[in-house]
């Protein structure tokens, strides 16, 4: 048996404390150590919304793993596309 979640619209409103990856929900704080390597730098994304005429870009925090996994897909459609011509 699955469980099931339910919120209201007042929860998308819900001021956090914390930034969280808009991909898996995870949270993007880093640890000092990851940070000095260079491997806790969280990505970004950006959703683009087109209306007629009215176009938005919207920011997403991604978590790193999420934003390579993202990047790495995009470049490889990328590259299929250009393969089909």
């Given at each position: 048996m699955t469980k099931?979640?339910?919120a209201s619209h007042e929860d998308l409103f819900i001021e956090r404390s914390e930034t969280r990856c808009?991909?898996?929900?995870?949270?993007l704080a880093t640890d000092d150590d990851d940070a000095?390597?260079?491997y806790g730098m969280p990505g970004r994304g950006?959703?683009?919304?087109a209306r007629g005429?009215?176009?938005?870009?919207?920011?997403?925090?991604?978590c790193t793993a999420c934003a390579s996994a993202i990047g790495?897909?995009?470049?490889?459609?990328w590259?299929?596309?250009e393969e089909e011509g």
């Open positions: 099931a979640t339910v808009d991909a898996c929900g995870g949270s000095e390597r260079g950006v959703y683009l919304w005429d009215e176009i938005r870009f919207e920011g997403a925090p991604l790495m897909t995009a470049l490889a459609r590259e299929i596309e």
